[in-house]
């Protein structure tokens, strides 16, 4: 039987304030079993960005990711966010090694190629590449993997920034074949809203077909159009369960919040 493994993503401004970070890393320290963190910081980028004079742009929830917002990106994600993460879960006991998918080439991506919108210097996981022996490895030597969204052109070696949800989800299809992996996506919500200004209306279970009728509809948009994108990718590939829940659900049974799951 394998072994469970659960990736928490965890994003906006659940990171980036001190009190929902300590709250959040308490919880998750208390996650039983193999975990990994995946985390983005866009706030950060965006306010650090600005104060740097460079103009943050955004096309359906995803960064336009130019020469100079990468080198922010970069230091924001890779440095400033991840390394508070990882000193936080040490001093919770958890023994935290970040990285990015550079490190070991454990996400190796292709830069996206233009279409309808030029994303600049951003990358799509390549699946077939993960470096599910070296994750492994790392996490069977009881290291709790803090992954920051910065992946690795495999052609020639230059950065490129990727959507965070993108690196939970390949992340969670890397490692099913090894593990029995859980994808949780958890923000500042309950979970996917029917209201975005009702906290109650929470949607507890999606299909594609609903998926496809809420995003017709309206309902779904701009940043949670890529969670149920990579959510839904992530069942397909081996991912046993999906769920997106409130940050301060993490560590209840079942998180709460709505499951995704096959028609």
Do not use: W
């Amino acid at each position: 039987m394998r072994e469970k493994l659960t990736v928490i993503k965890v994003g906006g401004k659940i990171v980036e304030e001190e009190a929902t970070l300590r709250q959040l890393l308490n919880d998750f320290a208390a996650i039983e079993g193999h975990k990994v963190l995946v985390h983005g910081g866009g706030r950060s980028a965006t306010k650090i960005a600005a104060q740097l004079g460079i103009e943050s742009k955004m096309v359906n929830g995803r960064r336009i990711t130019d020469a100079e917002t990468l080198r922010v990106v970069t230091m924001v994600y890779g440095g400033l966010v991840n390394k508070n993460i990882v000193a936080g879960l040490q001093a919770y006991g958890v023994n935290a090694l970040g990285l990015t998918g550079a490190d070991m080439n454990v996400i190796r991506s292709v830069k996206r190629p233009v279409k309808e919108v030029d994303y600049g210097f951003v990358g799509d996981p390549e699946l077939k590449r993960f470096g599910t022996a070296t994750a492994k490895t790392l996490i069977d030597a009881g290291y709790t993997l803090v992954v920051a969204p910065i992946t690795v052109d495999g052609a020639d070696g230059s950065l490129l920034n990727t959507n965070a949800d993108t690196v939970a989800r390949t992340m969670a299809v890397g490692l099913s074949g090894t593990f029995e992996t859980e994808l949780v996506y958890c923000f500042e919500k309950r979970g996917v809203l029917m209201d975005v200004d009702d906290d109650r209306s929470v949607i507890p279970e999606i299909t594609p077909a609903r998926f496809a009728q809420l995003r017709a509809d309206g309902i779904v948009a701009d940043g949670m159009l890529p969670k149920l994108e990579n959510a839904f990718d992530a069942i397909e590939h081996g991912v046993r369960s999906v769920a997106i829940c409130s940050a301060d659900a993490v560590a209840e049974k079942g998180y709460g919040g709505t499951t995704l799951k096959a028609d």
